[in-house]
């Protein structure tokens, strides 16, 4: 049944619209269309149009009156993520903003990954865009100055790392927009050459940030990678999507790494006998040519038939997936950084969800055990399948809830859900693919050690070299607890390094998951029915944690 949309709902569409003026990459990520062709402003005038609407929009819902449990909702969710972004723009958290994965760096190229490029009017908008990235990097640069100017700086580790990436940007020969925009066919030579020069001005730009980052900015950056306890406590609010105790958290990832570790032990003496150390078992699994992956087409391929599989064998018996969900596509991202990560559909589905595998260079093997809950996280039951979800289910929500609101630990926190949850389906059918999970999950629980203790200076453990945390005794941490290869490794701890909070909440938003669910069983009894509970949560679209039982309530 259509739910006729009320004062709230509106106060939410009108929020989502002139956010989508406001910042048009976050409209190109939603799939909301007619942004395309534009880019926001970054300085610190355009941080502060962007808070002035949370503001706006926080006094417009106060004066409506929710009319039903989805308005309730609503209202919780926006009045946490909308307070929570004036809280983090008054502390000047906004400013510093660069990190190695998920800043205004990466954000002015990533964006082009998910743009259409099939007609003379995409390319059109593609040729706008690059035009405008001199003045969006400028605006940016001025809100790094700022950050400066406020004694607010990335630290050294984040700047350097961030010239690398603008390094490889700004070459005018291999720039990916120069490649990107060569690759144009079918379109007139007018339209040609803008592309071409709109790449070599966004080359020339991300040149100019070069020298801005080592000229200016590295003289500035400290040392040290620790944000301190009142930083970190805003950032972990806004990535978790609550408050949690963070001295207790970190003791719980203490815990939960040993407990990991303990269950990788006991499924290694399965793989290659009594006695055998989870790194025997890797060898075993990764020796076997039987059980590798050669190539990029390989991989992709592989990670398509599994993404359709689990979509065919789960819709009807676990979930209800609506037909424009079961579209996924597993694609080999251009960039080569070690991420893997999903995209969600645009608002009408002509661009579908789709997982990217970020391959660094000369990686060419690939070990399936490994990474099959991978597929699960990225796809179904995991992040494809959450947001798809949200997204056309148009007869309930509003475009904010639909398409705007994200919670990372609610959305990483269901994915790792997922992954457990496809082991208790039995889709986990080896030692290996269960391996595999727990590996990965092992990796989720160092995060909440590592994030936590470096960035609020926390004692470690004796075992991991005793004094405060710090960058070097994390990678120890990590080499020990992770099976991966070092350059993908090094990426990781960089990216906890200069993200703070967002790391850990893929675990703990997990934890909070799972005590939902408990608690729904305790309190149905033998009335609880999973795949109810799993549609009622899916329907709700992305809320914040803390709201997430008063929504299931």
């Given at each position: 049944m259509t739910r006729e949309p009320t004062p709230v709902d509106a106060v939410a569409n009108t929020y989502t619209d002139r956010l989508a003026a406001l910042n048009p990459l976050e409209a190109t990520f939603a799939g909301i269309k007619g942004y395309d062709h534009l880019l926001p402003d970054l300085s610190p005038d355009g941080i502060a149009a962007r808070t002035q609407l949370e503001r706006d929009t926080l006094a417009a819902l106060a004066a409506t009156t929710p009319v039903d449990d989805v308005d309730r909702v609503t209202v919780a969710a926006m009045t946490d993520r909308l307070g929570l972004a004036v809280e983090l723009d008054e502390a000047g958290a906004l400013l510093p903003d660069l990190n190695v994965i998920a800043s205004p760096l990466q954000g002015l190229r990533d964006v082009f990954d998910v743009m259409p490029t099939t007609s003379e009017e995409d390319w059109g908008n593609v040729a706008s865009r690059l035009r405008l990235i001199p003045d969006a990097v400028r605006g940016y640069v001025a809100s790094l100055r700022e950050g400066a100017r406020r004694g607010l700086v990335?630290?050294?580790?984040?700047?350097?790392?961030?010239v690398k990436q603008a390094e490889e940007l700004a070459d005018a020969k291999d720039s990916f927009f120069v490649t990107f925009a060569a690759g144009a066919s079918g379109v007139p030579e007018s339209l040609q050459r803008d592309l071409a020069v709109g790449a070599r001005e966004a080359a020339d730009?991300?040149?100019?940030?070069?020298?801005?980052?080592?000229?200016?900015?590295?003289?500035?950056?400290p040392a040290s990678d620790a944000v301190g306890r009142e930083r970190y406590a805003l950032w972990s609010r806004e990535f978790v999507g609550a408050a949690v105790d963070l001295d207790e958290t970190y003791e719980w990832g203490l815990a939960e790494l040993?407990?990991?570790?303990?269950?990788?032990?006991?499924?290694?003496?399965?793989?290659?006998?009594?006695?055998?150390?989870?790194?025997?078992?890797?060898?075993?699994?990764?020796?076997?040519?039987?059980?590798?992956l050669h190539g990029k087409q390989a991989l992709q391929e592989w990670m398509q038939s599994k993404a359709d599989a689990a979509v065919e064998a789960l819709n009807g018996v676990h979930f209800d997936i609506p037909e424009p969900v079961r579209r996924l596509e597993c694609m080999i991202a251009p960039?080569?950084?070690?991420?893997?990560?999903?995209?969600?559909?645009?608002?009408?589905?002509?661009?579908?969800?789709?997982?990217?595998?970020s391959v660094p260079p000369g990686v060419t093997e690939f070990s399936p055990w490994r990474e099959l809950t991978t597929v699960y996280h990225e796809g179904v039951p995991g992040h494809h399948l959450q947001i798809a979800q949200?997204?056309?289910?148009?007869?309930?929500?509003?475009?904010?809830?639909?398409?705007?609101?994200?919670?990372?630990g609610h959305g990483e926190g269901w994915a790792l859900y997922a992954e457990r949850l496809m082991d208790e389906f039995g889709f986990l059918t080896t030692p290996g693919e269960r391996l595999g999970m727990v590996d990965g999950q092992r990796m989720r629980a160092a995060r909440v050690v590592v994030d936590i203790g470096v960035h609020l200076g926390l004692p470690a453990p004796a075992k991991w070299g005793g004094g405060t945390w710090d960058a070097d005794k994390a990678w120890e941490l990590l080499k020990a607890n992770v099976n991966m290869d070092d350059k993908f490794l090094r990426f990781e701890l960089n990216r906890y390094l200069g993200w703070p909070g967002q790391a850990p909440s893929y675990k703990i938003g997990q934890r909070l998951w799972e005590q939902a669910r408990a608690d729904?069983?305790?309190?149905?009894?033998?009335?609880?029915d999973l795949k109810r509970w799993h549609t009622r949560a899916l329907n709700l679209g992305s809320v914040p944690l803390s709201v997430l039982p008063l929504a299931l309530a």
């Open positions: 990335p630290a050294r580790l984040q700047v350097d790392e961030g730009a991300y040149a100019e940030l070069v020298g801005f980052l080592t000229g200016e900015l590295a003289a500035q950056a040993d407990r990991m570790a303990r269950e990788q032990e006991a499924i290694a003496e399965q793989i290659a006998g009594p006695g055998a150390s989870v790194v025997e078992a890797i060898e075993k699994l990764d020796h076997d040519p039987a059980g590798l960039t080569e950084n070690g991420g893997i990560y999903y995209t969600g559909p645009s608002d009408d589905f002509s661009r579908p969800g789709r997982m990217w595998w949200a997204v056309v289910n148009r007869e309930q929500l509003n475009s904010w809830r639909r398409l705007i609101s994200w919670s990372s729904a069983e305790a309190r149905e009894g033998a009335s609880f």
